[in-house]
């Protein structure tokens, strides 16, 4: 099976068409087109009608675009963005799998309205409160159509009622439980680039590979960003470093030849190269050819998109 590589998702408000004409040009690997978040209700109609043409602006270097519907208008919304380019819908505030099993009958129903492949669709869900932490196997695993699944970690503190702190870290155990059941169910958890209490012009490139390093650490595949500037800090992070492709290529080498020569462990820079050592280098070397044809792939669309620009789709506001 082919890695998944989604290391970056801008996350843009709806209503930001401004935004939304330009950020194919970010290179990020993905683009969520924000329904929910910062759209009036008066404009909700609006936005719809033009959401088919800015999928396919966000999509046109590349980037898998999604759609952050409202929870409690997933039709509507899922029908008015199923088209070409569409790779799934971010669904809010998920806390079991009924919800996640109710917006799947909503994608087939519409998948076979327009015509789409069954199963094509992803649904990403947003764990938004303790009950979705608590439920969390359950939702990963109740539809084949996940992927990805993330928390929204202001909506968890709102909803335990708790003020979010850079000196306490009230969210170790949400994140390691996401990281560890759907790492274990074959769904990427994915992290959001929010540092608490920074504004965007004082991040730094530097500070947010750190952020974003500190994040795959902990057992992330990926991080949702929240402002142009922090995409390419998070692909580099989640990328890994050609030095390190080097090592790993070079431990491959010496443990085939202890393999040949009879003995399953040799030394090499100061460790011992083992089994468990030998199969971690094939994961970073395979990761590392993944993204290198993820950017390629990107990099030949971008060309694409230069070559022929698209500023067709109407500004809403």
Known sequence: MSILVRRSNLIIPAVQQ???????????????????????????????????????????????????????????????????????ILLPGVESAAQVIEAAGTLTELERKYGVSHGLLEIAPAIETGAGIWHIRE?????????????????????????QSAEYD???????????EATAAGVQPVAVADPIGVSTGQISHEEMVKIATDSRNLGFKGMVCGHTSWVAAVNEAYTPAESLVDYYTQVREVFAQAL?????????????????????????????????????????????????????????R
């Open 139 to 163: 939702i990963i695993t109740a539809s084949p159509r996940i992927r990805q699944v993330g928390i929204d970690e202001a909506a968890l503190a709102a909803s335990l009622g708790i003020a």
């Open 260 to 316: 040949a020569a009879g003995t399953a462990a040799a030394p090499f820079a100061g460790r011992m190269i083992d089994v468990p050592v030998d199969e971690w280098a094939k994961d970073v070397i395979a990761m590392s050819a993944a993204c290198a044809a993820r950017d390629a792939e990107k990099q030949a669309a971008l060309a694409s998109a230069e070559a022929w620009p698209d500023t067709s789709v109407p500004i809403v």
């Open 18 to 88: 401004r935004m939304i004409r330009w950020s194919w040009k970010h290179d990020a690997d993905a683009i969520t087109i924000d329904l929910q978040d910062g759209t009036p209700a008066g404009e909700i109609q609006q936005v719809r009608k033009t959401l088919r043409q800015s999928i396919a602006l966000a999509g046109k270097a590349g980037a898998q675009v999604f759609v952050r519907v409202n929870a409690g208008y997933v039709y509507a919304d899922c029908d008015a963005a199923i088209g070409p380019g569409l790779a799934g």
């Open 170 to 180: 009230a969210f170790v155990y949400a994140r390691g439980r996401v990281c560890i």
